[in-house]
């Protein structure tokens, strides 16, 4: 039977993912035409925001740091020495001011929004079970598509969640193969390590090589940023709205995108490449050269400010080139 034919809950998501629209070229060849030499990646990111913006003079007025915050079970498995409750405090310090993508993003001028998905009730252990069921996987990705519903002109996708690095790795080792330590972050410790590789190997050894549909690696070791993300991302494709991905899990739940269909995610730049190797990786396997080079770790939507004042430059640039 066609999927598309099967009235299940990914159906709809489906055929968004068969019809993006496609970027503006024209809008695109009018800034290369009228700028002038030696802009270098000003030049690049310029005609990125006019192709996907679809404006000959693009610009960025209504930037938004989007921040998806899940738990997971699968700390359960000591993948990391953060505690659960970390990711609750970390919103609590965003929402309050007092964390750096705060001070950077008041500073920059840009909106930024943490969406806190049901922290209370963490998905389950995915070396165990499945993340989530397909209803409410796909009612996590309409959620997170209603995170522009107050409109943006740059949309930045982030995370925080303990533990949810080695979900991301998981779903990398799920869609591209190669080995779980391939995929994975450095760590403090070789028993941390340890730990991640055999949680994310049990966890796709459960899937019993069941790995052709993304979306079903999505929803079976996954969780709910990763799905939040990957809706933000395709309304985002709907809405004209270039978007940045910042961090590993954020280009894990692009790469669901990617694998379902190439173009939907050729609106997306990654924001920086840290010191994670996993997440370099996961950068290369996509094609995505990030805007920056920084060194950071646990960005939780820095890399996006930072990524944002860029793309900002760019925009002028190309309007006071003559656009």
């Known amino acids: 039977m066609d999927r598309a034919a099967t009235g299940l809950p990914f159906d709809d998501i489906r055929r968004l993912i068969d019809g993006p629209p496609l970027p503006n070229t024209e809008a695109a060849d009018a800034v290369r035409a009228g700028i002038e030499p ?19 003079d693009p610009a960025i007025v209504q930037p938004l740091v989007a921040v998806f915050a ?28 007092g964390a750096a993508v705060s001070r950077a993003a008041l500073q ?63 779903i990398a080792l799920a869609l591209f193969g190669g080995r779980a330590e391939d995929w994975l972050g450095e760590e403090p410790s070789d028993t941390l390590r340890e730990n991640q590789k055999r949680a994310a190997e049990t966890a796709v050894a459960r899937l019993e090589g069941e790995t052709s549909d993304p979306l079903e690696v999505l929803r079976r070791v996954g969780g709910r ?10 309304a985002a494709r709907y809405q004209n709205i270039p978007v940045l991905l910042d961090g590993p899990v ?22 920086h490449a840290d010191a994670d190797p996993g997440h370099k990786r ?42």
């Open 38 to 56: 030696g802009l270098g990646i000003l030049q690049d990111v310029g005609e990125w925001l006019a192709a996907w913006q679809g404006r000959t």
């Open 70 to 97: 899940a738990n997971h079970n699968i700390l359960q498995q000591n993948v990391t020495d953060l505690p659960m409750s970390s990711t609750q405090a970390r919103v609590e310090l965003i929402a309050a001011g």
């Open 108 to 170: 920059s001028n840009a909106g930024l929004k943490v969406f806190d998905l049901a922290l209370d009730l963490p998905t389950p252990d995915i070396t165990k079970e499945d993340a989530l069921d397909e209803a409410a996987c796909a009612a996590t990705m309409a959620f997170g598509m209603e995170a522009i519903a107050g409109g943006a002109d740059l949309l930045c996708v982030t995370d925080i969640g303990a533990g949810n690095r080695t979900v991301a790795a998981t």
């Open 225 to 234: 940023e990763f799905a939040a993300i990957a809706g933000a991302i395709l």
């Open 250 to 271: 954020s280009i894990a739940a692009a790469a669901v995108l990617r694998e379902l269909s190439p173009a939907t995610i050729a609106h997306c730049r990654a924001t």
């Open 282 to 323: 996961l950068l290369l396997e996509l094609g995505l050269t990030p805007l920056l080079d920084l060194g950071l770790t646990q960005s939780n939507g820095l890399g996006s400010v930072l990524a944002i004042d860029l793309c900002r430059s760019a925009s002028i640039a190309v309007q006071k080139a003559g656009v």
